[in-house]
Nanobody, 114 residues
Framework: VQLQASGGGLVQAGKSLTLTCAASGSISNINGMSWCRQAPGRQRELVASITVRGVANYADSMKGRFTISGDSARRVVWLQMDSLVPEDTAVYYC?????????WGQGTLVTVSS
């Protein structure tokens, strides 16, 4: 499984941004996908996850501003981020899980300017 994340960039505080993660390879084995992020000097943290059945979960601090959605057939997930704040600046990573393995994408940088 390979994951390609895209959509990061520089955005002003208060604006929105949507990230995309597309899986390729043996995608039928994927049970769920998620977004995590890692800010400078901090540990990687979960942002949101979604199962192939479309059940979404969010980290408590992300609820209300971030929305995860997905196309289960194509194993593509999106992360819509609204009302961005400088503290959202981080590298955002896509993750996919199967029964036996976890796969990570290369990350996409989101920078929120004040």
């Amino acid at each position: 499984v390979q994951l390609q994340a895209s959509g990061g960039g520089l955005v002003q505080a208060g604006k929105s941004l949507t990230l995309t993660c597309a899986a390729s390879g043996s995608i039928s084995n994927i049970n769920g996908m998620s977004w995590c992020r890692q800010a400078p000097g901090r540990q990687r943290e979960l942002v949101a996850s979604i199962t192939v059945r479309g059940v979404a979960n969010y980290a408590d601090s992300m609820k209300g501003r971030f929305t995860i959605s997905g196309d289960s057939a194509r194993r593509v997930v999106w992360l819509q981020m609204d009302s961005l704040v400088p503290e959202d600046t981080a590298v955002y990573y896509c993750k996919a899980v199967t029964l036996l393995q976890t796969y990570w994408g290369q990350g996409t940088l989101v920078t929120v300017s004040s």
